[in-house]
């Protein structure tokens, strides 16, 4: 699957885009100034329980807010 392809369907199952992801990460304080301050694994934990996100698509949200990945990216 595509990066593109994990975003849409991310955003066809939680109804939220990237940037809100962004947002709502700054709000549990798993980000400060834009930089991730927690690991990979405390994200795919709060994807799943929150928003049944799979390992792949939480790893997807992950890349975004690490800054490894951009909404742009194929």
């Known amino acids: 699957m ?8 991310i955003k066809e ?3 939220k885009t990237a940037e ?3 947002k ?3 709000d549990k304080g798993y980000t400060r100034d834009g930089q991730l301050t927690v690991k990979a694994g405390d994200i795919v934990k709060w994807l799943k329980e929150d928003f049944e ?3 792949g698509h939480s790893m997807a949200i ?5 800054g490894k990945k951009t909404e742009n990216d194929h």
């Open 62 to 66: 992950y890349a975004l807010l690490k």
């Open 24 to 26: 709502l990460a700054a």
């Open 13 to 15: 199952k939680t109804g």
């Open 20 to 22: 809100d992801f962004r």
């Open 2 to 9: 595509s990066f593109q392809g994990y975003l849409k369907t």
């Open 53 to 55: 996100l799979g390992h």
